[in-house]
């Protein structure tokens, strides 16, 4: 029996989803839940709370909650690389940064072609060690998620941090605000949320999909992928046959590599992220406006970045 969240809306989403097991709320008390990171050698999730100007941790061995950062100048978009390091997107100093494994920051980029960057959102690493993030300017349109500041680039884009230069790239530039963003399983393909409709009257919010070029760093056009129809696409996470696992208003909405809406994972709140989790990485951890929820479901996330 499904627990009464699941909402089937094509017969494939029956072998994705999991009976006699229920929505957990694991804790509550955010004001803006973001940016779920797996780290599987300590066995917990990092998230963000970004109006809390904190990031909190979620200790899978024991359910405990702890402070992980705080001051965490307004960190939104967490994954960890393939050495296991925690990469964050931070809005307040409007950069992209790294917990070295002798526990030193490091800041990846913050600017590009001298210019600052408007509030990195979220951040994905590729097999060779390039990183992928989008910056649209959340973090400074207002007080609340960061510094209110002006934009100096003028435009939102996809950023590509090069592992051996650490050059930054604009990888797409036709977006109003990207947002989330994950590769397919065989990284032939960079799916990218634009959640444009926050600023534009009728303005985007979707996911769009790119090719990834030949030469593993340049993108195709991006050609529309799914239109959401509930609220906005924030974040989202892959699994290992290349279904889209995506944060909407009402919930969590699956896609099929074929763009077919499949199903639903109604949760109560507004859900702003996702990333898979648990040793087998078969659980499906939710970030949704005050709360993380989680979900054990019949799929695996794809990639190592968590
Ligand atoms: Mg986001």
Same mark, same amino acid.
């Given at each position: ?7 089937? *809306?094509?017969?494939?989403? %029956? ?12 804790? !509550? ?5 973001? $940016?779920?990171?797996?780290? #599987?050698?300590?066995?917990? *999730? ?24 705080? #001051? ?73 998620? =960061? ?6 680039? $003028? ?41 444009? %409709? ?17 030469? =593993? ?11 959401? !129809? ?13 279904? *889209? ?16 809406? *499949? ?11 996702? +990333? ?10 939710? +970030?949704? !406006? ?17």
């Amino acid at each position: 029996m499904y627990p009464p969240e699941i909402e089937t *809306l094509d017969d494939r989403f %029956a072998k994705l989803a999991l009976d006699n097991v229920r929505l957990e709320k694991l804790h !509550t008390g955010c004001r803006w839940a973001e $940016g779920p990171a797996y780290l #599987p050698a300590g066995k917990y *999730l990092v998230w963000s709370d970004i109006p809390n100007n904190r990031v909190l941790r979620y200790d899978e061995t024991s359910g405990a909650v702890s402070v992980f950062l705080a #001051p965490a100048d307004n960190h939104n978009g967490h994954c960890v690389d393939r050495q296991g390091r925690l990469v964050s997107c931070e809005h307040r100093t409007r950069c992209i940064s790294r917990i070295e494994h002798d526990g030193t920051r490091r800041v990846l980029a913050d600017r590009f072609e001298g210019k600052r960057l408007n509030s990195p959102n979220d951040v994905v690493v590729k097999s060779d060690g390039s990183i992928w993030f989008t910056d649209p300017t959340y973090g400074i349109d207002s007080e609340y998620e =960061g510094d209110a500041a002006p934009q100096e680039i $003028g435009a939102s884009h996809v950023y590509r941090i090069d592992p051996e230069s650490g050059a930054v790239t604009a990888a797409a530039t036709d977006f109003v605000k990207p947002n989330g963003l994950a590769f397919s399983p065989d990284e032939k393909r960079l799916y990218i949320a634009d959640t444009g %409709a926050s600023h534009v009257k009728n303005g985007p919010r979707h996911i769009r999909v790119a090719e990834v070029g030949d030469d =593993g760093r340049s993108l195709g056009p991006a050609a529309p992928f799914a239109e959401c !129809t509930a609220g906005l696409f924030d974040g989202f996470r892959i699994d290992t046959n290349g279904h *889209l696992w995506t944060s909407a208003a009402d919930g969590v909405h699956v896609y099929a590599p074929d763009a077919t809406l *499949l199903g639903k994972i109604k949760v109560p709140e507004v859900v702003a992220n996702v +990333c898979f989790g648990g040793p087998k990485r078969n659980r499906l951890y939710i +970030c949704a !406006t005050t709360s993380l929820y989680a979900i054990y479901v019949n799929a695996r996330g794809a990639s190592w970045p968590s």
